[in-house]
């Protein structure tokens, strides 16, 4: 019962994100998955490959130094991050990306108590 809460909590902070920009036009979309959805950078230039369906076309997004990791809302390291992930798949992940230039800016992973 708690886990449509924390999936209502993660799309807030995306949408304060996006009220925090401004006027700016903003190039930004958020993929909704789950953490086994994931293929996660190896290190911090890499790239996160995202594969929505079976039959779907992977994504890849590029990461950077400037790219954010979080377990629900507290800022993590891509390490604690993907050590998270590999023992929960089933945990809902939001993917944050510049359109434009496929850069991934951040992966929230919820956190299931």
């Known amino acids: ?3 449509p809460l924390q999936l209502a909590l993660l799309a807030l902070g995306t949408t304060l994100a996006f009220a ?25 230039d890499g790239v996160l490959v995202v594969t929505l369906c079976p039959t779907c076309t992977p994504i890849s997004l590029q990461a950077n130094a400037s790219t ?37 800016n951040r992966i929230r992973i919820a956190v299931k108590p």
């Not at 629900?72 to 604690?80: E, G, M, R, S």
Request: glycine share 4%.
């Open 20 to 44: 925090a920009v401004g006027k700016e036009k903003i190039n930004e979309e958020t993929l909704e998955a789950t953490a086994s959805m994931l293929s996660l950078p190896a290190a911090a």
């Open 68 to 104: 954010q990791y979080f377990l629900a809302q507290k800022p993590v390291t891509l390490q604690q991050l993907a050590d998270y992930a590999r023992t929960h798949g089933n945990a809902f992940a939001g993917v944050n990306y510049d359109t434009k230039t496929h850069a991934l």
């Open 1 to 3: 019962m708690r886990f």
